[in-house]
């Protein structure tokens, strides 16, 4: 172990002993709220810390034990929350009162590391505000439209390759694969770059950029420390990612922006829609503003949107049922337009909009929302004997639609996989949020959606997919992360589909600059 990694150790040491020694009364049994005894420094949170369960099951079956209670208590480590679970109230705070919590938890470095810190998802206030109104014109429907055939030409690669690797049959590890189709669109997309990771694994954008997934045990340190003691990471100027992770991004959006402009080149893209964007006083992003957002999308793009993907394949293999059904419906598209969709035919795909929501549904990949109140706010009593509750600044609020959408009080039969719940138009309002609810939801989320719908258009259209000896069901999900994944990865079998040349035509590749 390192000098570094030893000093920070001791540090945290000494910090959780101080705080252990001036432990606070507990708060939620002074204000009257059910919640979950905890122990000092680990909150709530051993069982996650420790790996013996994933914290959105861990949490959930909290959820189940305080049924009558419109919120409880939770200590996340050293931090008191409260945890949401009515759904009108959860409305309420994110959406009609929502300038009363605008924020997330703040525990990235902004200064010491720029690249993870000043990423919309961590920005606050004003500033969040600022950089949404820049972003918000890249996601708009039209632009979805105009980006549409950058990601066709990533699937359409993308699958021709898994369609020849697998002419015979072969198993894939489904987030290895799909990280890679992630990775080769936001590079497209985001970036301005051409990958393709399927064919050259050792592209440097492929190797850096997964580096920024894979995090170490130092790293995840770090992340923790920050989260809690942050005048402490601060001052040792903490960062998640090195600096030549930074320089490579930071050069890949000078270069791309440089030539664009030098050689008048435009590219439907985010970089492009990125350099055209104003405020309303006519300011242009940065650079670093760029690369920090593009970054950001980076980072949804290959974990979240890679392990999405993952889901959506498992439940299809697992599903003949849903698997045949779905086809029928590509297989109809792709006859119509000569077996390339246009971005209209694939938005109003009935079944296959089903089949991606009723999957968000099921493993919405964000399983905890957080929100932090920023304006004094009057809760309502937590249960018919008790009595409201006035959050102050710095309170910590957290949703969870992995515990909603699984409720049998709104979802009958919620462990099944049923698309046909998004046919009948049954879905209860305010009870489905995978990707966050009001204005401080996932900017990208039509886009990891349109991301998925045409992975899985062309998947099945040259491929059948199908469970294999390694093959996990039900899922097991991962105690190693936070982030919702499956115990010892996904894996199914693919085989080339003789019938599918018919269907499929050459795809019009786009030049990237």
């Known amino acids: 172990m390192d000098l570094f990694v030893s000093t920070v150790i001791l540090l945290a040491v000494f910090l959780l002993v101080r705080r252990f020694l001036r432990w606070p009364v507990n708060r939620f049994e002074e204000l009257g709220i059910p919640y979950e005894p905890s122990i000092p420094i680990l909150g709530n949170m051993a069982p996650v810390i420790f790996r013996r369960v994933f914290i959105g099951e861990h949490v959930h079956r909290m959820y189940n034990r305080f049924s009558d209670t419109k919120?409880?208590?939770?200590?996340?480590?050293?931090?008191?929350?409260?945890?949401?679970?009515?759904?009108?109230?959860?409305?309420?705070?994110?959406?009609?009162?929502?300038?009363?919590?605008?924020?997330?938890?703040?525990?990235?470095?902004?200064?010491?590391?720029?690249?993870?810190?000043?990423?919309?998802?961590?920005?606050?206030?004003?500033?969040?505000?600022?950089?949404?109104?820049?972003?918000?014109?890249?996601f708009t429907g039209a632009k979805m439209k105009i980006m549409f055939d950058l990601i066709v030409d990533c699937a359409d690669r993308f699958t021709r390759n898994i369609a020849n690797e697998s002419k015979d049959g072969k198993v894939f590890d489904l987030e290895d694969i799909f990280g890679r189709y992630g990775t080769d669109v936001i590079a497209t997309t985001s970036f301005g770059i051409a990958v393709d990771s399927m064919r050259n694994p050792d592209h440097k954008f492929y190797v850096y950029a997964k580096q920024t997934?894979?995090?170490?045990?130092?790293?995840?340190?770090?992340?923790?420390?920050?989260?809690?003691?942050?005048?402490?990471?601060?001052?040792?100027?903490?960062?998640?990612?090195?600096?030549?992770?930074?320089?490579?991004?930071t050069d890949v959006i000078a270069e791309t922006v440089r030539t664009r402009k030098e050689k008048g080149i435009y590219r439907p893209d985010v970089i492009q829609l990125m350099m055209e964007s104003r405020d309303t006083n006519g300011r242009e992003l940065t650079l670093e503003e760029m690369r920090n957002q593009a970054f950001g999308f980076y980072q949804a793009g290959y974990g979240t949107g890679s392990t999405f993907l993952a889901f959506v394949a498992h439940e299809i293999a697992m599903n003949p049922d849903v698997r045949s059904r779905l086809r029928a419906e590509i297989e109809e598209v792709a006859s119509k337009h000569h077996g390339k969709p246009t971005y209209d035919t694939i938005k109003e795909m009935p079944y296959l909009n089903a089949v991606v929501n009723e999957t968000n549904r099921l493993y919405p990949v964000s399983t905890i929302i957080d929100r932090t109140c920023v304006k004094e706010f009057e809760l309502p009593p937590a249960t018919p004997d008790s009595k409201p509750v006035v959050l102050k600044p710095g309170d910590m609020v957290i949703f969870m639609p992995f515990s909603i959408q699984r409720d049998p009080k709104y979802f009958p039969e919620p462990l099944r996989f049923d698309p046909d719940r998004f046919l009948s138009g049954e879905v209860p309002q305010n009870h489905y949020f995978p990707f966050g609810i009001g204005p401080r939801a996932c900017i990208g989320n039509r886009f990891a959606i349109m991301e998925v719908k045409i992975a899985i258009f062309y998947l099945l259209l040259r491929c059948d997919v199908e469970p294999c000896s390694k093959t996990q069901h039900p899922i097991r999900f991962s105690k190693k992360t936070f982030v919702l994944s499956a115990d010892n990865g996904f894996w199914l079998s693919f085989k080339a589909r003789k019938e599918a040349s018919a269907l499929a035509e050459d795809s019009v590749g786009v030049d990237e600059v």
Request: charged share 25%.
């Open 71 to 138: 919120y409880f208590g939770f200590h996340l480590m050293t931090n008191p929350v409260l945890v949401i679970r009515d759904p009108e109230l959860i409305a309420s705070i994110a959406v009609k009162n929502f300038d009363n919590f605008t924020d997330h938890l703040d525990f990235a470095n902004k200064d010491a590391d720029p690249m993870m810190g000043k990423m919309l998802f961590f920005l606050r206030g004003d500033h969040w505000r600022e950089m949404r109104k820049l972003l918000t014109p890249a």
């Open 213 to 249: 997934i894979n995090m170490t045990f130092v790293q995840n340190l770090k992340l923790l420390a920050s989260m809690h003691f942050r005048t402490l990471t601060k001052l040792l100027g903490f960062k998640i990612h090195g600096d030549e992770i930074r320089r490579y991004f």
